[in-house]
């Protein structure tokens, strides 16, 4: 089973709307929780970093929210341009190896 | 300085033939990561270096799958006798420490077994 869920699986909004993305995660030990951008046909590229102290953290129009509590984590995206348009993927650290979510793809509309 | 680099950008080969991956990481980044992301799947760790150190291989799906680092720089995946579900894209990323340190990933090789 996957130690990271993410939710929705895909999702469409109008540009200049705002979204927010969720992740699940059982991964234990934890060490921090990263949010990646996957463009089409490349590698990903961090989001945010945060570890077990962090509650949040900006990054521009993307800000992600930790709970280590509950083992959540959201990344809220603000005033979306078409550019957002891309796969967000959770990814987990407990010790050097990375737990990643399947991702959740964003379509930004005109 | 450049980013990570891997070649080629897309395979396809036909089913039974080896192929091979190459991963050049970022200058001086002593640890070296192969993932494999399926079709609407996660990324799936496969294989990790770091320095001189015995890299943890306990993510190969088989035995057809081996990687090398040369010289604490350039990575190759190799694959023999390829299956058509060895086809994915394979995503190397490197970082200057283990787990707590950025990991940045190259562009991928699209792989196609046909």
């Known amino acids: 089973k996957n130690q990271v869920e993410q939710s929705p699986q895909s999702l469409i909004i109008l540009e200049g709307k705002n979204c927010t993305l969720q992740c699940n995660y059982t991964v234990s030990p934890f060490s921090n929780l990263r949010w990646y951008k996957q463009d089409t046909g490349r590698g990903p590229v961090s989001l945010t970093i945060?570890?077990?102290?962090?509650n949040t953290k900006s990054n521009g129009r993307y800000t992600a929210t930790l709970d280590a509590d509950t083992k959540q984590s959201s990344l809220h995206i603000t005033a979306s341009q078409l550019s957002d348009s891309a796969s967000y993927i959770c990814v987990v650290s407990g010790d050097y190896k990375l737990s990643f979510g399947a991702g959740t793809t964003v379509t930004v509309r005109a | 300085g450049a980013g990570v680099s891997q070649s080629p950008s897309n395979k396809v080969t036909e089913k039974g033939k080896d192929v091979e991956l190459r991963c050049d990481p970022i200058?001086?980044?002593?640890?070296l990561y192969w993932y494999r992301q399926s079709l609407g799947q996660g990324l799936e760790f496969l294989i990790y270096f770091q320095g001189n150190s015995a890299p943890d291989k306990s993510g190969l799906p088989s035995d057809r799958f081996s990687a090398e680092r040369t010289g604490g720089s350039v990575s190759t995946l190799t694959i023999q006798r390829t299956q058509q579900e060895d086809s994915a894209v394979y995503l190397c990323a490197s970082s200057s420490q283990t787990d707590s340190y950025e990991q940045y990933f190259g562009p991928g090789t699209r792989l196609t077994v046909t």
């Open positions: 200058s001086g980044h002593t640890a």
């Open positions: 945060m570890t077990f102290s962090e």
